[in-house]
């Protein structure tokens, strides 16, 4: 007898104590189009080998293709599930789809529309389905405007463990291994799954010498797919910085020693040198002179000693840095160097240092230049190791880092809910370091991405570290304002963000959450994302926010010290650069935030000056953020500000 092939869960894979399928007794369904004998009630029998298809004789019904389904009265839908036929055939099976009236967080609704856009191998316009079923909660509540909303569930056919902001397009680029459901543990197979802009049909998902890629874009929803071969580079588990072309540069991972850069512009995959040490879960960061620091990374290509080397971006060439070794940074895990030397928290900082504030409790200072040189920057307070926490440079021109949640040992170790606020000056010197408030909930394998106005939200993770276990799992996220160095919680996200999960800011200056899991057949694969809309964005009556617009910014490439002139449509009140960022592991080494104060004003004309240190205006790609005085921010235009 045939397998049954997956089920598409449009809120959550496994489903949660607050879903259960909903009875279909006395539903009706309708459809666009219909094969006889093959009708669209088909979808509500129970019978898995009866199909409802499209007209396919004596002609081809043509995409797009909808059914809907009418449940007779109003339920709290919140989510539903797609089962594709179950006989020999593919033809039909559903590619890139939407579902309309649910957004799967819940949703009170008596109609469900699903339509197929594409087939999923693009063999036909037609479309089959087995079974629907609607998933429901026996009570809902209108989640609070002010706790910010988060949107439908993004589907993808691979589970992205890595993620980067493409700049200018505003694009995610999103990629998970060699497979698309599962990283092989380290095989070195030379190809990553990738995914770009959000469109399909899906194509089989591809093994072997490849990367698998998306890319996903939010002004259009849709999804594309892409394998990568020809860098002959399994970019999972890698370190990933935005170099100052904005280009993405992904070094180790499965395949140890490589080095792949990524250019947007030219939708191209580059192969760069090797590095001197073969890494994997190491970290690097883009220094101030434009050259890209790595250090650690003991998961692949041998243990121990992966001190720390330097990529150099005029000549192209890595050299090793004699003066930076990784043993004042190492963890005492329990696990020994294998886990030690990961997921470094690193800052490219003033005239080519580079500032290590965690996981290790001990914090460090490297310099990148010459044969390199170490210095220690003090113990962070309390705190104690906090592998997969988090650090955030929120105010990059009052060097003001936050650090929050980690654990101890990389995993089967309660994490904590510490928070602390470290502020660092010239390189060399002490680290400053104050407790924050606590979180509400101990966090490690989350992320935290830093808005435009400054405030830090911190989604995902778990309250003890297990990798691919979504047990203790914290749905709730929190927002640090740095005004009061306190949290509050925000509405909740429908699928746990733990091992492999990521988040970052968009241009609009919405987050995007997603991934967790890439563990082949695991209940914790989760192949999607949410997109979470801050309050600052909604009135207090739940309407849109009329949001402050850029018309118009004098250059759109500046160097350090430089000013450019903005317009707007309105009023600002405040202005802030944030770096266009990358994340895997929860390691976001390129995100930071510069705040702007404008040094002449005339009406909506509006003259800003670039700080004068590429230490915190780094190198690359930014983006520009206006804010009204009520905090609505703009959408954002992109700076690139160059080498100094």
């Known amino acids: 007898m045939r397998r049954l092939l997956p089920t598409i869960v449009a809120a959550y894979a496994s489903l ?54 009418d449940m007779k009265k109003i339920i709290n839908v919140n989510g539903l599930t797609y089962l594709p036929r179950q006989d020999a055939s593919l033809n039909g099976n559903i590619g890139q789809h939407k579902i309309e009236t649910t957004p799967f967080t819940t949703t009170p609704a008596r109609y469900v529309r699903l339509t197929a856009q594409t087939e999923a191998g693009g063999r036909g316009p037609w479309t089959s389905v087995a079974e629907v079923n609607i998933l429901s909660a026996a009570a809902y509540t209108t989640p609070a405007i002010s706790k910010g909303v988060w949107g439908a569930t993004l589907d993808f056919p691979i589970v992205p463990a890595a993620a980067a902001v493409l700049q200018g397009s505003g694009k995610v680029l999103l990629w998970s291994s060699y497979r698309a459901y599962d990283f092989g543990g380290g095989s070195g197979s030379g190809t990553t799954e990738t995914a770009s802009e959000l469109s399909l049909p899906w194509p089989k998902p591809l093994e072997g010498y490849a990367e698998n890629l998306l890319v996903y874009d939010p002004a259009t929803g849709t999804v594309s797919r892409r394998v990568v071969t020809n860098t002959q580079h399994d970019m999972f588990c890698p370190g990933i910085s935005l170099d100052a072309g904005g280009r993405i540069f992904v070094t180790g991972g499965n395949d140890a020693p490589k080095t792949s850069i990524y250019d947007s512009n030219a939708n191209t995959w580059i192969a760069a040198p090797n590095m001197k040490i073969a890494r994997g879960y190491q970290s690097s960061a883009i220094l101030s002179n434009g050259n890209i620091f790595t250090i650690g990374g003991s998961w692949n290509g041998g243990r121990g000693n992966k001190n720390g080397e330097v990529w150099d971006a005029v000549t192209n060439t890595w050299s090793l840095l004699p003066g930076c070794p990784v043993a004042p940074m190492l963890t005492a895990d329990a696990q020994g ?93 002490t680290a400053s370091v104050a407790a924050a408030g606590s979180m509400a909930n101990r966090r490690g394998f989350h992320n935290s991405v830093v808005l435009p106005d400054g405030k830090v939200l911190v989604t995902g993770g778990e309250v003890r570290p297990v990798p691919f276990s979504d047990a203790g799992a914290v749905l709730t996220p929190e927002l640090f304002n740095p005004a009061t160095s306190s949290f509050s919680t925000v509405n909740p996200e429908a699928v746990p963000r733990t091992y492999h999960s990521w988040s970052l800011l968009l241009p609009d200056a919405t987050v995007i959450s997603g991934g967790g899991g890439l563990c082949g057949s695991c209940s914790t694969n989760h192949p999607n994302a949410q997109i979470f809309s801050p309050a600052y964005l909604f009135n207090a009556d739940g309407s849109k926010a009329a949001r402050p617009v850029i018309n118009s910014v004098s250059a759109t490439s500046v160097a350090v010290g430089t000013t450019m002139t903005v317009t707007t449509n309105s009023a600002v009140a405040s202005w ?29 004309t509006y003259t800003l000056r670039i700080p004068n240190d590429s230490g915190v205006a780094l190198p690359g790609s930014w983006m520009l953020y206006a804010m009204n005085a009520q905090g609505v921010p703009s959408v954002s235009k992109t700076i690139t500000i160059r080498v100094s």
């Open 16 to 69: 949660a104590a607050t879903q259960t399928i909903t009875p279909r007794t006395g539903w009706t369904v309708t459809a666009d189009s219909f094969q006889p004998g093959n009708e669209a009630r088909n979808v509500l029998d129970g019978n898995t080998g009866s199909i409802w298809h499209t007209q396919y004789s004596p002609t081809n019904a043509a995409l797009p293709h909808a059914i809907t389904i």
């Open 337 to 429: 160097i294998f886990r030690s030397d990961n997921h470094g928290w690193l800052f490219g900082w003033k005239s080519g240092s580079v500032f290590q504030a965690g996981p290790s409790k001990a914090m460090n200072w490297y310099t990148a230049t010459g044969t390199g040189a170490q210095k220690p920057a003090g113990l962070r307070g309390n705190d104690p190791d906090s592998m997969n926490g988090n650090a955030i440079m929120y105010d990059a021109v009052n060097g003001k880092i936050l650090t929050v949640g980690g654990a101890p040992n990389y995993q089967d170790n309660d994490a904590t809910s510490n928070a602390h606020v470290v502020t660092i000056g010239s390189p060399g010197t």
């Open 576 to 604: 802030s650069l944030v770096r266009y960022a990358s994340v895997t592991h929860s390691v976001n080494t390129d995100q930071r935030r510069v705040p702007l104060r404008p040094e002449a004003t005339n009406g909506n």
